[in-house]
Every structure is written in structure tokens, then in C-alpha cells.
């Protein structure tokens, strides 16, 4: 069976800039976020979608990857925020690719998101199913944040896009660990717009539509369940933390990503972040770091690679990588 490795990287951002000083009407300050969060400013849509950051990202890894649009036969698009309820995001990706050849569809883990996205699409390659497919991480969470609260800060607006192609090379996946647990459901949600609390005056009023988190159950399962699956993917691929290059993780906050490497015993430095200028980009987080990473050309032939993400669901999981 062939390997499955990423041969092509791309990411987008939006133009505005949206730094700390900004939530000082909101009761926080430059200090306080740099020093809990690791971030300085963000990138924030000024009326793009979903679709247009996603887009862009993908046509940057499909370039990479010295491929044409028409070599891709499968999209998949991880968000929390599309563009509509219906039709998918990815298929709003599709038609602005003009990539009609491929197959498109969305998978929703929130913060995971791109991880699992990557699991889902490394199976079709795996199985000569696809030769080459599109995952594309995108968030615009400005859209479900509510301006006026303290926890407006966390996040930003971004795109991040790789793709998975088949190889016969000693290089790519190695190996998933993946999970889900639905009783931390409540911890981090939008309560209302679903077919549970369907749109209505009253959702609207109550601020129901925005994202509803509670942090410290946010850093006390991250901090346990990501250190958790990162020991048992090693145990279970017989490799040593010491071998790994870098971790590229999904970015919640630099307090939260300080804490898995010391649990972990990994040199901070090998972390890869980019949080000061993007904040949480949730689903683009992944692709965004290993795309600038990749492009600063810091990745070594044979260099192992850890990823790791923790999001709402809860779900949570992580991978190495052979580059």
C-alpha cells in the first residue's frame, strides 16, 4: 500500500489587523492577553466568508504542491463556521476552485478540526481510493463572537490548506490517535441556531448564536487529554519524545501549550506557534503553523513531526509524521 504524505502546504489570512489595545473597552489589556495567551494581535474577515479564506489556502497548497486544480479529486473543508448552514463550505471551495472534478464535504470538530480532517482524507489515499486530496482547515470566528465580553480575545480569522498525495517513499503518516467524548459538550458551544434551539427573536436577544466557553475546563482537559494520546501514540509507533523535531499543535493558548510540553518533557522551542499574530484560528490552526513552517524551510528530510489538537465535543487527538 502507498504512504500517504503532504505534498503541498498553503494559508491565508485576512488583511485587518485587530491588536490587543482593541479589547481594553472590554476590561482586559495588552498584558494580560500576551502573558495568558501568548497573543498580540489577530487577523479579523472584513466581509470575506469562510469560503474566500478557505479558497485562496487551497489554491496556495495545490501550487505548492506543483499540481493543477483538476488533479484534485476530493475537498474537505474543516470549520465551525461555513457559510451557510447548506450546501457544505466545501462545496462553496469547490466552486470557487473551479475544481468540479473533486468530491466535497465538510467534517466539524471545531479546534480538531483540521486533525481529524486529515485522518479522514489520509484513509482515501491509503485505500487508492484518491490519488490527491484537498483538506483545508478555515475559520472566521469574529462572526460568533460577541464583542462585549472579556473572552472576545481568544480568537482570529484564518485559513490554513495542505495536501495528501500517495507516495512510495519512506516519508508521511506513521500513525492516529484519535477521540471524542460528548459529556464536555456543554463546556464549549453555540447554544443556539441548531435544530435544538432553532433561530427565533428570543436566541438573538439572549446572545445565543455566539460561542459560550468555559476556560478552565478548556485548560484542565486539554492539559490532561492531549499529554494523554501524545504518550500513546509514541508507545504505540515505539517512538521516543526525544526523536521528535517538532510539534506543530493546534494553537488554544500559550499557557495551555506550555503545559503539554512540560508534561511531555519536550523543549518548548520545538513548538511551533503562531498565536502573537493570528490568535486561535480553531480548524486553521494546524495547517497555518505547518504551512509557515514549512515554508521557512526549518522541516529536514526524516524529520518526525507531532501534531496535536484539542477542541469542542470534546475531541481530541494527535499524529506523527514522517517528513
Request: proline content about 3%.
Amino acid at each position: 500500500m502507498p504512504n500517504v504524505f503532504i505534498s503541498g502546504t498553503g494559508a491565508y489570512v485576512p488583511e485587518k489587523i485587530v491588536p490587543n489595545s482593541f479589547f481594553e473597552k472590554v476590561g482586559s489589556s495588552d498584558e494580560w492577553i500576551y502573558s495568558k495567551l501568548g497573543i498580540k494581535e489577530r487577523r479579523i474577515v472584513d466581509g470575506e466568508a469562510t469560503s474566500d479564506l478557505a479558497y485562496k489556502a487551497g489554491l496556495e497548497a495545490v501550487k505548492n504542491a506543483n499540481l493543477e486544480v483538476e488533479d484534485i479529486d476530493l475537498i474537505i473543508v474543516a470549520t465551525t463556521t461555513p457559510d451557510r448552514q447548506a450546501p457544505s463550505c466545501a462545496c462553496f471551495v469547490q466552486e470557487k476552485m473551479k475544481a468540479y472534478k473533486a468530491v466535497a464535504f465538510d467534517v466539524a470538530a471545531v479546534c480538531s478540526g483540521a486533525l481529524f480532517t486529515i485522518s479522514v482524507g489520509y484513509q482515501f489515499v491509503k485505500n487508492s481510493v484518491y490519488n490527491n486530496v484537498l483538506v483545508i482547515g478555515a475559520d472566521t470566528f469574529s462572526n460568533i463572537i460577541d464583542w462585549n465580553r472579556r473572552d472576545s480575545v481568544f480568537f482570529g480569522d484564518g485559513a490554513g490548506a495542505l495536501v495528501l498525495s500517495k507516495t512510495d517513499e519512506d516519508k508521511g503518516f506513521i500513525d492516529f490517535d484519535l477521540h471524542s467524548d460528548g459529556r464536555g459538550k456543554e463546556h464549549f458551544t453555540i447554544l443556539g441556531g441548531g435544530s435544538e434551539t432553532p433561530a427565533s427573536k428570543e436566541t438573538i436577544e439572549k446572545g445565543m448564536h455566539y460561542f459560550h466557553m468555559n476556560g478552565k475546563e478548556v485548560f484542565d482537559t486539554a492539559t490532561k487529554v492531549v499529554p494523554e494520546s501524545i504518550q500513546e501514540l509514541l508507545q504505540k509507533t515505539n517512538t521516543s519524545i526525544d526523536d521528535v523535531s517538532f510539534m506543530i499543535p493546534h494553537q488554544p493558548s500559550i499557557g495551555i501549550l506550555k503545559t503539554i510540553a512540560k508534561k511531555i518533557k519536550m523543549p518548548f522551542e520545538k513548538v511551533m506557534t503562531n498565536m502573537d499574530r493570528y490568535a486561535n484560528t480553531s480548524g486553521a490552526t494546524i495547517p497555518l503553523v505547518l504551512d509557515e513552517v514549512h515554508r521557512a524551510n526549518r522541516f529536514k528530510k526524516d524529520d518526525l513531526l507531532l501534531f496535536a489538537a484539542v477542541g469542542a465535543g470534546w475531541t481530541w487527538g494527535t499524529a506523527l509524521y514522517k517528513w
